[in-house]
């Protein structure tokens, strides 16, 4: 079975321009999560997505960062313009339900973004 | 919002030593998971612990939820060089929407 897959693995800009990172979760796995975990510290959700609706974006810093889930099936998360703080990796999660009962969260391996 | 504390920040052990390390909550927790990420790596399920007092054991791993489900531990018996890694438990209170993730335990086994 294919993992969550993710894009760039890697990406290194300047403050203030733009980047643009995809994921297609594992298939069937209705609801897809953005996380951004810094050095040394724990995930932080950003945004979790049940199909192509939005369940929770209560931590997404909205004045600079977007994401779409079009058609219910893979994602992209757009920051714009990047600051310096935003230098972490961003990992894209799938599980099969949503909830307290959601069970396994299957990671991808993660883009790794560096703002200079 | 829902905060999930997690000691020790770090441990180093000698191989063959035990290691644990504790989640805490100030809130009821309706579940709480356990994740390993090694090195450069991402996050791995490792258990999902659901009931008052449960316990549930993975060969040298044993996990525990508290009888009030506001904490949990794991437990790692003999530890190896494989066991190397960052260790998160994460939760989701009766209240809130989102998965939480602590601020993990990062372990070092010297050979």
């Known amino acids: 079975e294919a993992g969550v897959a993710q894009s760039p693995r890697y990406k290194i800009i300047e403050k203030r321009q733009s980047v643009a990172f995809w994921c297609n979760p594992i298939?069937?796995?209705?609801?897809l999560y953005w996380y951004q975990q810094i050095l040394g510290q724990g995930p932080k959700l950003l945004i979790q997505?049940?199909?192509?609706?939005?369940?929770?974006d209560s931590q997404l810093p909205k004045d600079r960062f977007s994401a779409e889930r079009l058609k219910g099936v893979d994602s992209t998360l757009k920051i714009q313009p990047a600051k310096l703080e935003d230098s972490a990796v961003y990992l894209c999660?799938?599980?099969?339900?949503?909830?307290?009962?959601?069970?396994?969260?299957?990671f991808g391996e993660g883009s790794r973004l560096t703002v200079l | 919002g829902q905060q999930v504390m997690q000691i020790p920040q770090y441990q180093h052990v000698q191989e063959g030593e035990d290691f644990t390390t504790y989640c805490n909550s100030s809130?009821?927790?309706?579940?709480i998971q356990w994740y390993k990420q090694r090195p450069g790596g991402h996050p791995v399920f490792l258990i999902q612990?659901?009931?008052?007092?449960e316990v549930k054991k993975q060969k040298r791993l044993t996990f525990q939820f508290g009888e009030a489900k506001k904490n949990s531990s794991l437990h790692i018996t003999a530890t190896q060089t494989t066991d190397v890694g960052t260790y998160f438990c994460?939760?989701?209170?009766?209240?809130?929407?989102?998965?939480?993730f602590g601020s993990g335990t990062q372990l070092t086994v010297l050979p």
């Open positions: 994460a939760a989701y209170s009766g209240s809130a929407r989102q998965l939480t």
């Open positions: 809130t009821t927790l309706s579940n």
């Open positions: 612990l659901v009931k008052s007092g």
């Open positions: 999660a799938s599980s099969l339900f949503s909830g307290v009962n959601t069970g396994e969260l299957f």
């Open positions: 298939s069937g796995h209705a609801t």
């Open positions: 997505f049940q199909n192509n609706g939005v369940v929770d």
